[in-house]
């Protein structure tokens, strides 16, 4: 027997909905480098990181070169004291609405020329790039996360017919790199809301969550759903089963049907209902949100905590 629900929205529920609505704002440095470089390579990797954070839709990105007060000059980023004082630089980010800073460091842009065998013999180009990264909290300036970045090795390794064309192919390989330092230090939060659902028997059916388009959520979505208890004061987490996401409503809104684990999620949402009713203000059940995306079949996964 199918059974709809239907609830009262909570005031709270909507008051946290609005809060997770609000995305971090980075503000992405300028990347120092090493001086036999050149400016030209390493502005194409950091558009690359630009690029590629922004696609996440996880966050807001502001590039400090399109802020007048934070612009300085080609020629003058590798003096030591052209980025001015780096205090006063972060607080002015901050005052900007800055909740996190990127900085990098390109150490390597290594383009070799080789040759191809046989009658049609012709010349190619291979890139090679390093970098590190660095995830700066814009109100202590302390170290959030670093991360030591290599493209065009392995399986990076990509060809080009000309220099240019070579490092353009080897920063495709940079969006799986972002979207896994991205993935690791801005967490999504997300709710199942409590407003409507459809249980199928003692098993949860569908459901609806606080994310959407604004986080990048399409149809077909596969998100894992885990349930987090405190044992010891530490936190726990255990998978309980698996959403798919059937229709993008609005940009924090999306409908799921459950594809595994109904019957587990149905007890947790009945326990969660309980409290909701008896203690409210202890009831809102928590959900982090990972973007990390299955390859094969273009399947994408995301990880959900209850």
Do not use: W
């Not at 969550?209 to 530490?234: C, M, N, P, W, Y």
Request: charged residues 25%.
């Amino acid at each position: 027997m199918r059974k709809k629900i239907f609830l009262t929205s909570v005031f709270s529920l909507l008051a946290l909905t609005n809060v997770m609505a609000q995305k971090p704002v980075v503000y992405v440095e300028y990347f120092s480098y090493t001086a036999s470089l050149g400016a030209s390579p390493v502005e194409q990797v950091r558009n690359s990181v630009i690029a590629n954070i922004t696609n996440t839709q996880r966050v807001e990105v502001i590039d400090v070169a399109s802020v007048p007060s934070l612009q300085v000059e080609a020629e003058r980023r590798q003096q030591e004291a052209a980025m001015g004082d780096e205090t006063a630089r972060r607080g002015v980010m901050q005052q900007a609405g800055a909740t996190h800073i990127i900085q990098g460091f390109v150490s390597q842009i290594s383009i070799s020329k080789n040759r191809t065998e046989g009658t049609d013999a012709h010349d190619y180009y291979t890139a090679t790039v390093d970098y590190t990264i660095k995830l700066i909290d814009a109100a202590s300036g302390k170290l959030v996360k670093s991360a030591d970045i290599s493209l065009g090795k392995g399986f990076d390794l990509s060809t080009g017919n000309t220099p240019d064309e070579a490092l353009r192919a080897v920063l495709k390989a940079n969006k799986k790199k972002i979207e896994d330092f991205v993935d690791e230090n801005f967490k999504l939060k997300a709710i199942i809301l409590p407003d409507e659902f459809t249980v199928d028997g003692d098993e949860l059916e569908t459901c609806m969550i606080t994310l959407g388009s604004d986080h990048g959520i399409d149809k077909g979505q596969q998100i894992e759903v885990f349930t987090t208890k405190l044992i010891a004061g530490r936190e726990t987490k255990k998978a309980i089963g698996t959403l798919k996401v059937t229709e993008v409503m609005a940009g924090d809104l999306s409908m799921c049907k459950v594809t595994k684990g109904g019957k587990e999620m149905k007890t947790v949402m009945d326990e969660y209902l309980k409290l909701l009713s008896e203690d409210p203000d202890h009831a809102i059940p928590l959900l982090q949100v990972s973007t990390k995306k299955k390859t094969g079949l273009g399947a994408k996964l995301r990880s959900i905590n209850f």
